[in-house]
DNA sequence: TCCTCGTATTGATGAACATCTATGTGTGGA
DNA sequence: TCCACACATAGATGTTCATCAATACGAGGA
């Protein structure tokens, strides 16, 4: 699903450099990525991505995440539920707890169409 | 210049896999982060970006820019001017005509803390 | 000097968005 | 069966933003 979302396969991607740069994005490309980004481009849920990768199992209830913010449970849920639907988060219910799961690959497959391979080469990990 | 932009050396970025995930983001991390992707969270951004890399020499004006796109010349100028002043673009002024480049290195550190080295290490999961 | 052309700025408008309060939903325990 | 808890949804509100029309600015040519 991750590479579809973006249309690119890891292949492509490393290829050359960034594909933002290489070639013209086309509208429906640019339309396709927009919207990631701007799930992204907002403090909080970047924060939220960070917290969540970071905890333990790589997995966060919304109890967990709350905390760490200055604001109501209400918009902590709803961040959340942008970053679910546009692809960044898994979402997995257990008992009373929902817990919420980075999908790297989504989130590796923007970081390459944006920044590209340029550093990749030799990076390893 | 484009890493005191993010606050990383490439040496950080490359050092294990995305910042994003690596520890968790502080406040001002995240703000100072958030403004970039915003900037690139427009359709329109994205493709002046991609244009500009592609035209010949690395840069263009606006009037190569305007005739892509179904908007008025201010609405150009505008987004043109976002790109600019978040650090992504360059401005040179030649003549009657203004000229734009791609800062190609402010973008690969965007990547990087978004996506890092992640897909590079075998990919997929 | 005046005109034209390329680009930027200003001000207005409607849409999108972040946040809150209030309330709904579903699960586990008593 | 009922309550408490974790989380989601709904509706309201103030702000930010993309866009446009109108206008300003600045450089080169006549």
């Known amino acids: 699903m991750s590479k579809s979302l973006l249309e690119l396969t890891p292949v492509q991607t490393v290829a050359c450099?960034?594909?933002l740069l290489r070639e013209t994005l086309s509208i429906e490309q640019a339309e396709t990525v927009a919207p990631l980004l701007k799930a992204l481009a907002d403090p909080v849920r970047l924060r939220l991505l960070s917290?969540?990768?970071s905890h333990a199992e790589g997995e966060a209830c919304v109890c967990d995440l709350a905390?760490?913010?200055d604001l109501t449970q209400p918009t902590i849920s709803h961040h959340l539920k942008v970053l679910h639907e546009i692809g960044l988060l898994d979402r997995s219910k257990r008992g009373v707890w929902v817990y919420y799961r980075v999908r790297t690959e989504a989130?590796?497959?923007l970081g390459v169409?944006?920044?590209g391979g340029a550093r990749v080469?030799?990076?390893g990990r």
Chains 1, 2 share one sequence.
């Open 51 to 53: 917290l969540v990768a």
């Open 121 to 123: 080469a030799g990076a």
């Open 113 to 115: 169409l944006i920044g």
């Open 67 to 69: 905390g760490a913010f």
């Open 17 to 19: 450099c960034s594909p």
């Open 107 to 109: 989130l590796a497959d």
